[in-house]
């Protein structure tokens, strides 16, 4: 399936190139004035006026073969069956010993009623003067 998709994208790369490579060999539509007063074209390989019918199939096989190739592409990447269970299927499998025991942290105690005022109102002179003692330097604070 993997040599399919690179072939296919080979194509469309290839058939990229060809469009634009005829496309830059075209003539303008302006060039086609220089041509009936003999500007060198009736001279050229494919004569007056068989380089612009060429040219133009060309590109259009181009562009037919450049979209089949997008199709394709298309097709095969949206119909690809899942071959595995997905990305941690690939994965080793592993011991799986029981998890360690996460000894609990004391949490520190919030003081509650009267202390919790008195402990608020300490907090926030301590940071109004730090604020303070830095001068012109603004605390991060949000007043409440």
Request: proline share 4%; net charge neutral.
């Amino acid at each position: 399936m993997n040599s399919v998709l690179t072939i296919i994208i080979v194509v469309q790369v290839l058939s990229a190139l060809a469009i634009i490579g005829l496309v830059l060999l075209q003539h303008g539509k302006g060039a086609d004035m220089g041509a009936a007063f003999g500007s060198g074209a009736s001279g050229s390989l494919f004569g007056a006026t068989g380089s612009s019918n060429f040219l133009s199939k060309s590109t259009g096989l181009a562009a037919l073969i450049f979209f089949c190739a997008t199709l394709a592409l298309v097709f095969l990447g949206n119909h690809r069956t899942a071959e595995s269970g997905g990305v941690m299927a690939n994965l080793p499998a592993a011991a799986t010993a029981p998890a360690a025991a996460i000894p609990a942290t004391s949490t520190p105690e919030v003081p509650t009623g009267a202390a919790a005022s008195s402990a608020s109102s300490a907090a926030a002179a301590a940071v109004s003067s730090s604020a303070s003692a830095h001068g012109s330097e603004q605390s991060n604070q949000i007043p409440k």
